[in-house]
């Protein structure tokens, strides 16, 4: 794994960014254009969570490899106060803000691999990968 390119989230412009340098990261890596999009839409959801729920953060881009194959690695982080039930808000249409509720469930739809770590007052880390088929 790359060490990565470090975007801050503390504003829709930097949302913005962070889907740019994903989807340049994609086509690097030789994802289709569709996926490409998946990617940077994948990105948006985590960084609208990180920007509504607790200000700011970070997502941080990078490569993989996994039995020969190249994928990218996405991390988005912050400290803020984190999911009381990870379960409950992974499920399609749960919403504490009134929105659709795809955020996370549509992120881990766009992407190969998926996982969250939440704790209560200390923050909420996710991490996803897409694998170049």
Avoid: C
């Amino acid at each position: 794994m790359t060490d990565g390119i470090r975007v801050p989230i503390d504003s829709e412009a930097h949302i913005l960014t962070a889907r740019q340098q994903g989807r340049s990261l994609a086509a690097d890596l030789g994802f289709w254009s569709v996926e490409q999009t998946f990617i940077a839409m994948a990105i948006s959801e985590v960084a609208l969570n990180i920007l509504q729920y607790a200000g700011k953060g970070e997502i941080i881009l990078s490569t993989a490899q996994k039995d020969g194959t190249r994928g990218i690695v996405i991390v988005a982080s912050d400290q803020g106060p984190g999911i009381p039930n990870v379960e409950l808000a992974m499920q399609e249409g749960y919403s504490t803000s009134g929105g659709a509720g795809l955020g996370l469930s549509g992120a881990k739809r766009l992407m190969d691999e998926f996982d969250i770590v939440s704790e209560v007052g200390k923050g909420t880390t996710v991490t996803m990968k897409k694998w170049v088929r």
